[in-house]
């Protein structure tokens, strides 16, 4: 079974960039359609992108597509998640999740069974 761990995140300002990464072990990154999700105080967690297990495809939320971008190092197996041109929007905890389902409902977090322990990201205007 694989576990997760996030690092990365901190204290940005508005239009400045954070790299998050989510190290990876027990299995490797291939197996799984990797996924980072976020939650900010008071709302449900909400998906941010995703990278497919096969072909490395990717998908993003509408709120962080064009800035966001989602990426996999099988090396290192670990999973990326670039964030430029950030807003205070985008303040939340986010946290990297594993799943193998063959499913097109990437976006539900139901979808993955195991999860990190988060990482916070704020970020000021």
């Known amino acids: 079974q694989v576990q997760l761990a996030e690092s990365g995140g901190g204290l940005a300002q508005a239009g400045g960039s954070l790299r998050l990464s989510c190290a990876a072990s027990?299995?490797?990154?291939?197996?799984?359609?990797m996924a980072w999700f976020r939650q900010a105080p008071g709302n449900e967690r909400e998906f941010v992108a995703v990278?497919?297990?096969?072909?490395?495809?990717?998908n993003y939320a509408d709120s962080v597509k064009g800035r966001f971008t989602i990426s996999r190092d099988s090396a290192s197996n670990a999973v990326y998640l670039q964030m430029n041109s950030l807003a205070p929007e985008d303040t939340a905890t986010y946290y990297c999740?594993?799943?193998?389902?063959?499913?097109?409902?990437?976006?539900?977090?139901?979808?993955?069974?195991?999860w990190g322990q988060g990482t916070q990201v704020t970020v000021t205007s």
């Open positions: 999740a594993a799943g193998q389902q063959i499913t097109s409902a990437l976006r539900e977090s139901g979808m993955y069974h195991t």
């Open positions: 027990g299995n490797t990154i291939r197996a799984y359609n």
């Open positions: 990278i497919r297990r096969s072909g490395g495809i990717t």
